[in-house]
């Protein structure tokens, strides 16, 4: 299952007091202080891991609590530090305060870790606080309480090229052609119900990370459909590649809703450099292939595709103008 959200609890450990003793030799009825401190608590620390590819542990266990410091002993025996506790993320994982949603870290590479709260510091035993004056103090710290805070982890994949089309234009059939990934394929909309990877294989060893959401219809920037849900899956790709079926019957206002709603979902999104490329060329007739090829879409520049993976025609063309594109970057 995917999961790609989720909220939970973390508390740093607390430190460990400070201890209150005295020396007990023989021949020295009144022997000096001898409290040793108490050990610091564990931290909290969160670690990305490019083995993990879902949330979804965190929708089982909900509070994470790193281990407190031991107590101060007697003859300057410090107590033992509080274990740290090392929290793994899938790579892409924002941490948010939950309160504010504010972004308190970003784990967008692999072993990228960062020390979420300190463990409490220990407090200090009566042995550091004797003077000339108070030779035989009475007194130790408490140790200090652990940090606590409610926080949000949300997933946002790391690709080089996203995948965005109507349901069915033949992205799931793509993916599957071109990468070892085993996307759900069937003549029905929104076959694709989660996010989908696969690395894609170019010439000379060279590779390319591609993703695949579930289909966008209109009005998903609103909630409509399940493409909504998922948008913020290609924020960090470099490139888009935006596949139209070449037998629609209005190609033009399917390219139109498409770069429409990747817009109202968010600026980045609209920015990014995108591909157009007609699907399902196999269906088409030859005389319909040489129509599509001719075809100028409004507001497109770039030279569009037209291929057909299910038949093997041009895949290559669209593999090699994606590499070249990503090379700008």
Known sequence: MFLDFVRINVKSGNGGAGTVTFRREKYVPKGGPSGGN???????????????????????????????GDRGGSSLKDGKFGKDLLIKVPVGTLIKKLETEEVIADLDTDKKQVVLLKG??????????????????????????????????ELKLIADVGLVGFPNAGKSTFLSVVSAAKPKIADYPFTTLEPMLGIVKYKEGNSFLLADIPGIIEDAHLGKGLGHKFLKHIERTKVLLILIDSSSENIQQQYDTLVSELKNFSKTLAGKKKIVAFSKADILSEDERKAIKKLKLKNYKDKTLLFSSAANINVEEVIARLWTSLQDY
């Open 38 to 68: 108490g050990g610091d608590g564990g931290s909290i620390i969160f670690v990305a891991d490019r083995n993990m590819n879902t949330l979804i542990d965190f929708n089982y266990k909900k509070i994470y609590l790193a281990e407190s």
């Open 120 to 153: 409490g510091r220990g407090g200090k035993g009566n042995s550091n606080f004797a003077t000339a004056t108070n030779q035989a103090p009475r007194y130790a710290e408490p140790g200090m309480p652990g940090y606590e805070l409610n926080l949000i982890l």
